[in-house]
């Protein structure tokens, strides 16, 4: 199993371009989900997934759009980006939404908005 | 979800174990504890849960204490690769609900170990 992917690993936008981040993974997780991480801070939920066709928003929704359109992949767009949003990005998947669903993390990018 | 409260830092000599504490004086009957570490600005690695009892994997222990108020996570032989910022997350056990499946990090605690 790879487990939890995304790419790109780094991404340099200038601000008002779009991008779409990639998460996939072979574990048939039905639960997904996105954070950020900025400097020093904990992870903040952007949106998630409890399976395919079904996404919400977490708690820092604006300015991303999610799509859940197989079980596998989660994308995250920025429509407009912003130097708020530069940041790394995690996401993160698990069998369910229960908290005994561990949920395993994928390596990350590191995004700059200029 | 409960808050915790954890050490900013400590340190620890290669070899020995690393014991670090965490308190959850709030958390309720179906909450459980979460440990997870994050290795220089990778993604968060998952080590360990529980519930009530202790627990004990190939990477570490988990002690709770009876009162479920708080708990240690035990590196029983730290190397240099242990070197990371540590999680103690409190989390629902249900689906759903108010915590949507979320994990929320806190601080955390630098652990260093030193040769």
């Known amino acids: 199993n790879a487990g939890v992917t995304q790419t790109p690993k780094f991404q340099v936008l200038k601000t008002g371009q779009s991008m779409t981040l990639q998460c996939a993974q072979d574990?048939?997780?039905?639960?997904m989900s996105w954070y950020r991480q900025d400097p020093g801070m904990g992870l903040r939920l952007i949106h998630y997934s409890v399976g395919a066709g079904i996404t919400d928003q977490g708690e820092v929704p604006n300015g991303y759009n999610v799509s859940r359109s197989t079980t596998e992949d989660f994308p995250l767009r920025l429509l407009s980006a912003a130097p708020s949003q530069t940041s790394v990005y995690f996401c993160?998947?698990?069998?369910?939404?229960?908290?005994?669903?561990?949920?395993?993390f994928g390596p990350g990018t590191r995004l700059t908005v200029l | 979800d409960a808050k915790t409260t954890q050490p900013t830092s400590m340190d620890c000599a290669e070899g020995r174990a690393a014991n670090l504490p965490c308190n959850h004086s709030?958390?309720?009957?179906?909450?459980?504890v979460y440990w997870y570490r994050q290795i220089h600005s990778q993604g968060p690695q998952y080590i360990i849960h529980?519930?009530?009892n202790n627990e004990t994997n190939e990477m570490a222990s988990l002690i709770i204490t009876e009162d479920r108020k708080s708990s240690t996570l035990i590196l029983p032989h730290a190397t240099l690769r242990d070197t990371a910022v540590y999680y103690c997350?409190?989390?629902?056990?249900?689906?759903?609900?108010?915590?949507?499946?979320?994990?929320?990090f806190g601080q955390g605690t630098i652990l260093t170990v030193h040769p």
């Open positions: 709030t958390i309720s009957g179906n909450e459980y």
């Open positions: 574990m048939n997780h039905e639960y």
């Open positions: 529980g519930l009530k």
């Open positions: 993160a998947s698990s069998l369910g939404d229960r908290g005994t669903d561990t949920q395993y």
């Open positions: 997350i409190v989390r629902d056990g249900y689906a759903g609900g108010t915590s949507y499946g979320k994990l929320t």
